[in-house]
Structures are given as structure tokens and as C-alpha cells.
């Protein structure tokens, strides 16, 4: 009796992280222009949106990790928001306005600032 018990304890455990399984959350990295502190401030914030779980921004390798639902939330629409903040991710270019509104030391050196110059 007390090894059925076990086992069903055993059986409610494993289907339990099985249906946490099912609704798991997606883990992307991608790369996010930025100097600061600060920028690390905004460009986290702005990417904090619905079904997003876990925005974070390495200031040193400019690499974004962002752990969000997929059923909610997509990568692109994130780096949509961070590039509405005036930031320049891989997919998208930064917001002029908005680049031109960050505090000095945010300015960071733009990703296609050689370019067509
Ligand atoms: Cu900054």
C-alpha cells in the first residue's frame, strides 16, 4: 500500500512537469547596440512587455537574452519595442527621435552609422 502511494506520487509529479513542459517559454539571444547603464535600464524596459518572463541585456557583450511565451509574444515585436526606444537590435534599426531624446551618455555608436555616408 505504502509503494502504490509512492507511485502515485511518483505518476502526479511527472505529469505535472509535463504539463509545465507543454507551456514552456522560448529562450532567444540576440544583439542590442547601447553604452550604459542606463541603456541597459531602457532597453530592458521597453522589451518588458506582455508575456515577456525574462529581458536581460549584457552591457559588455551587447547580447539581449530574452525568455518570453511564443503564444503571446515574439522575438521580432520585441526587438520592434527596443527599437521604438531608439536602440538598434539585429532586426531593426533604432528610432532616430528617439536615439536623439537618450541621455548623452547613451548615445552609442549607431550599427550603420558608416554606412551610405
Ligand atoms: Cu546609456
Redesign the pocket.
Known sequence: MKQLKSMMLLLIASLAFTATKAQDSKTDTFKVW???????K?IEKAAKTEGVEKAEWNRETKVFTLVYNPAVMSNEKIQKAISAAGYDTEKFIGDDKAYEK??G??H?ERKKKQENN
Open positions: 547601447g553604452n550604459c547603464g542606463m541603456c541597459k531602457t537618450l541621455p551618455c547613451c552609442y
